[in-house]
């Protein structure tokens, strides 16, 4: 099965993408605005002090004698310094003659009331900016109309327009950087919640389908309810299947003990041969049935126990001597000899009862499959990792098989006539992977089956 | 039309000698490769140890210098600004304008203080103030006038002593009197009485500096007004005679001013030349290898101050202007 989930985008990525792409928008418009702004003050500012220089000369306007003069102020130049010496240009006109100044400067049509227009122009070869007056002289029997225009170049303006520029787009690349802080944060701190759920999911024990009790956000609540919801019958399920299982092998392996015991008083009583031979099979199909039974509920119980072992630590080769003294009944009946090889302790940390339960599926898997009057070697190593190695004189596995035969209710070709259920070797594999070890299987090369398990 | 211009002036060198020029000197080797025309009012005995200085570390650059007066400069150079590389005036005004009017180059790495530069083109290299320069000989044993109020006490109290023998710059024709002028009747009306008792006396009027020293040490001329005082010092023979007077009541200091030619075709030299003036200038260095007053901002505790260099020195050269202002100046002085 693929563990991978469909993932398609990041909502930290879309909300962090969303955040910096607006405020990147917002900095670019900050700093056109302020700076559109910042160019109109300051041409406000040329404009208003070219307005006075005009005034200035327009007002120095007269008439003597039917001539025009101008006599105008030395302020009305000097007012125009500036720190950049931008050139000053002006024409003085007396309706369509020139008077003074610079003939081809570009000229406005103003109006007669005194009110002043500005253009912005070029005049050799330089932007310029005009503002232009005209104004009536009336005189004893003359009237006659005088313009002013008073030009400047915009260098001090380009160099304060320049300072503002820079210091805006600095402002604006602070005011960005500040957006992708906060921008940063406040995704942070919304998909935390998020985060802190996933980890609390994570850090749980497979069998923990208890309801998430922390507070999580509102948006949350939805997802939060129905995953509670979903985990709550998942467990309900689960727990069914478990002790279904675990009631129905009950349930079976009790009568099956009655009925063996039946068997076995009856054929105490019986005194035909073959009747007593079909008894004999009888409690021989009863055995079996109960044994399966019985793995069953191992079975259960290993599913169960692997996901939260209860390790401690135990002597490998006094639970197999142990083990061996609890089956040696068995084996006699078979007139089998149950055989351990150590070279003293092997210590291990492990949940014995698992162990056990391996252990003995194993042996009684051995028992099942060696012939009469022969012999199970249990082997206990430590190196270099613990092991024991189950050894009989049986018919060993079918090479072509030997990966299958751990699956769930697979059994060899050979064991057609063998009684059993298939889950030995799955609950001894089950065991073995939960300790992080391994089951491997293989035949002795003078014959016999060779089961190692592995720490 | 410039190039027949140019073709007849290359064809007939009669023609080209045609400019009546004060004084016209070459410096420098005659094979050089590239030659710097300098079109200047300053007189070539107080500029010639400047451009000696500056060709010693160049060879192959030699220097003209076309000495004319500050009016004649600005009509020569606007007729034929190709014709020259570097520009050198007293008149600040019309330098001023020139360079307003775009006929100037900036030149980089010349940092000189905002007073003392216009637009990076126009550079100052000397301060001088107008002065009043007099015949001992008049005042004894009375005291020597320190302001224009007690030299027109002294002159109307004397008229015979005086008479025909008061000169001043014609204004008509001077450019730096002319500018003299105006910032003198733009700080007080002291200047128009002073005009009309020096008219009074039957005024004699001056192109230049250098003329009213000459009447002044052959004894036609008793008082001086206006003049540079830098041209007396630079005469060593009339310490004795001739006395001169910072006046007291409000200062009218000049600069000497340089820029380079928009249309010069030896950029780097001619830029490399304001540099070398500039640096010369405003350096310590010895007056006596350099005659030329140096740059100073002040020049002494009373706190004068230099015209400055600004748009506004353009007002007075408006023809309308320049019209009223000419003729108040001969109603009071001609008479």
């Known amino acids: 099965m693929d563990d991978a989930v469909n993932v398609a985008g990041s909502l930290r990525a879309r909300l962090a993408l969303t955040l910096i792409g607006s405020a990147a928008a917002i900095a670019i418009l900050l700093f056109f605005v302020v700076r559109t702004y910042a160019a109109q003050i300051a041409q406000s500012g040329q404009d208003s002090i070219l307005e006075a220089s005009v005034a200035s000369i327009l007002d120095a306007a007269t008439l003597r004698d039917g001539d025009v003069e101008v006599d105008f102020p030395y302020v009305a130049f000097s007012m125009l310094s500036t720190d950049a010496d931008d050139r000053v240009f002006y024409a003085i006109w007396q309706e369509e003659t020139l008077l003074s100044g610079y003939e081809l400067l570009p000229v406005a049509d103003a109006p007669d009331g005194g009110e002043i227009v500005h253009v912005s122009a070029i005049f050799d070869g330089a932007p310029v900016r005009v503002a232009t007056a005209a104004r009536i002289l009336v005189g004893a029997n003359t009237r006659t109309r005088v ?45 935390r919640p998020l985060e802190r759920l996933t980890h609390s999911i994570t850090r749980r024990g497979p069998k923990d389908l208890s309801p998430v009790a922390r507070p999580v956000p509102l948006e949350m609540a939805p997802l939060v309810t129905s995953l509670n919801s979903f985990m709550a019958r998942l467990d309900t399920s689960l727990k069914q299947s478990e002790d279904f299982i675990a009631e129905a092998a009950h349930r079976v392996r009790t009568p099956l003990a009655t009925v063996r015991s039946h068997a076995e008083a009856t054929l105490q009583r019986v005194e035909r041969e073959d009747n007593r031979q079909a008894l004999r099979s009888m409690v021989r199909a009863i055995d079996e049935s109960s044994r399966a039974a019985g793995q069953l509920l191992d079975h259960a119980m290993i599913t169960f126990r692997a996901d939260h072992l209860e390790t401690r630590t135990l002597d490998l080769v006094e639970l197999v001597e142990d083990l061996v003294t609890r089956l040696a009944p068995v084996a006699e009946m078979k007139d089998i000899a149950l055989t351990v090889i150590s070279e003293g302790a092997v210590s291990v940390e492990a949940d014995s009862i698992l162990l056990q339960n391996a252990l003995r599926n194993l ?18 190593g430590a190196s270099p990792r613990p092991r024991v190695e189950v050894r009989d004189e049986g018919p060993g596995f079918p090479p072509d098989q030997m990966q299958g035969l751990a699956v769930r209710f697979s059994r060899g070709d050979n064991a057609k006539d063998t009684i059993g259920s298939g889950l030995g070797l799955t609950i001894a594999q089950d065991v073995a992977t939960a300790h992080g070890g391994e089951l491997t299987l293989g035949n002795m090369p003078e014959g016999g089956a060779c089961v190692t398990f592995l720490l | 039309m410039r190039y027949i211009f140019a073709l007849m002036m290359w064809l007939c060198p009669a023609l080209a000698q045609a400019q009546d020029w004060e004084d016209q000197n070459a410096f420098g080797p005659a094979s050089a490769s590239s030659t710097l025309r300098v079109l200047s009012s300053t007189d070539t005995s107080l500029f010639a140890p400047v451009i000696e200085d500056f060709l ?28 020259f590389d570097v520009v050198i005036s007293s008149a600040m005004d019309l330098q001023l304008k020139l360079v307003n009017d775009g006929f100037s180059v900036q030149i980089a790495n010349l940092d000189q203080p905002d007073w003392a530069q216009w637009r990076n083109s126009l550079f100052a290299f000397t301060t001088e103030p107008a002065t009043i320069v007099i015949n001992r000989a008049a005042f004894a044993p009375e005291s020597v006038p320190q302001t224009r109020q007690e030299l027109i006490a002294a002159m109307r109290a004397r008229p015979e002593v005086f008479r025909g023998k008061v000169g001043t710059y014609d204004v008509r024709d001077s450019g730096l009197g002319y500018l003299f002028a105006t ?45 540079l005082g830098s041209y007396v010092a630079a005469r060593e023979d009339v310490a004795d005679m001739l006395e001169i007077v910072l006046p007291l009541d409000f200062p009218t200091i000049m600069m000497r001013t340089a820029f380079v030619s928009s249309r010069t075709e030896v950029a780097e030299e001619a830029a490399a ?7 010369m200038q405003t350096g310590q260095q010895s007056l006596e290898a350099f005659p030329l007053p140096p740059l100073s901002a002040t020049t002494d505790s009373t706190g004068q101050a230099v015209i400055s260099l600004e748009p506004a020195l353009m007002t007075y050269l408006d023809p309308l202007k320049r019209r009223t202002f000419i003729k108040e100046w001969s109603s009071a002085v001609i008479q």
């Open chain 1, 147 to 191: 313009t002013v225009s008073v030009a400047q170049t915009q260098d001090a303006l380009a160099g304060t327009l320049n300072k503002i520029s820079r210091n805006v787009g600095l402002i604006g690349a602070g005011f960005f950087t500040l957006s992708v802080l906060v921008a940063s944060w406040a995704t942070n701190s919304t998909i």
């Open chain 1, 363 to 380: 042996v009684e898997n051995a028992l099942k499959y060696a012939p009469e009057e022969s012999e199970i070697t249990l082997e206990v």
């Open chain 2, 56 to 83: 010693q570390s160049r060879s192959g650059v030699a220097v003209e210098y076309f000495v004319t007066g500050t009016a004649q400069i600005d009509e020569v150079f606007r007729a034929a600004p190709e014709d």
């Open chain 2, 183 to 227: 910032q003198d009747a733009r700080a007080s009306e002291t200047f128009w009485r002073l005009m009309e008792v020096m008219g009074g006396l039957d005024a004699q009027l001056y192109c230049c500096s250098g003329a009213m020293i000459d009447d002044l040490v052959a004894g036609e001329l008793m008082v001086a007004y206006n003049v």
């Open chain 2, 273 to 279: 030349f304001v540099r070398h003036l500039v640096e």
